[in-house]
């Protein structure tokens, strides 16, 4: 499996069988081959997470299909592509080609994605996240772990790649919603997402993992790519 950083929340993944691309909605690529199916993924309709850029830029694939989060309107998918488009939202099942893919719900907007692929596990966490702001009542940080906590529960016990947001905004809370993971799951290898080109916090959080048996992946820069087992 090879696994390409994109920008911001957006990965590639490249398996034996088929293409992943999550939450692009700029930044380069690199070449995608047309010779196995690609799927586009979008966790929810926020502007750093969905573009209608995807349809002009992998419409023309032979074997694509987007798999869009139900709260991004069917207006925003040009109608020559609604039939290779689906909508998915909280706590489904679906089945496309050769994947298996389940939503989780968000504690903010949309969904995250569950794909399994054979023996292979991957999480994208979207926003799905415990967003402990400092200026937010009391009341509402504890309703905010509680409903994360809940989601993250439904998850499988092992993950082999889970896309983590890692947000500097939220200060010495920028891993927690990372750490409340991999207390509850064993997780192989941890890529930070969504730290708005702030890559020391991949150092922060390797630092402060660092006797947990996941690897953290270290993010330096875009178009950074991985060969995992």
Known sequence: MQITYIHHSSFLVETELSWLLFDYFEGELPP???DKPLYVFSSHRHADHFSPVIFTKFGDYPQVCFILSSDISPKKVP???LGKTHFMKKGE????????????????????????????????????NNWFWKGED????????????????KLPDTLEVAF????????EAYDLGARELLENREITYLFPMHFWK????????QATLGSSSCTVM???HTQQNWRLP
């Open 198 to 205: 702030d890559f020391s916090v991949c150092k922060r959080l």
């Open 218 to 220: 270290q993010i330096e």
């Open 164 to 171: 983590v947001p890692v947000d500097p905004r939220l200060e």
């Open 32 to 34: 995608i081959g047309k």
């Open 79 to 81: 109608e020559d592509l």
């Open 93 to 128: 099942k679906m089945e496309f080609g050769t994947l298996q893919v389940e939503t989780l719900r968000s504690t903010d907007e949309g969904v995250a994605f569950l794909v399994r692929e054979e023996e292979r596990t991957i999480y994208h966490a979207g926003d799905l």
């Open 138 to 153: 009391k009341g509402w940080n504890a309703q905010m772990e509680k409903n994360y906590r809940k989601e993250i529960a």
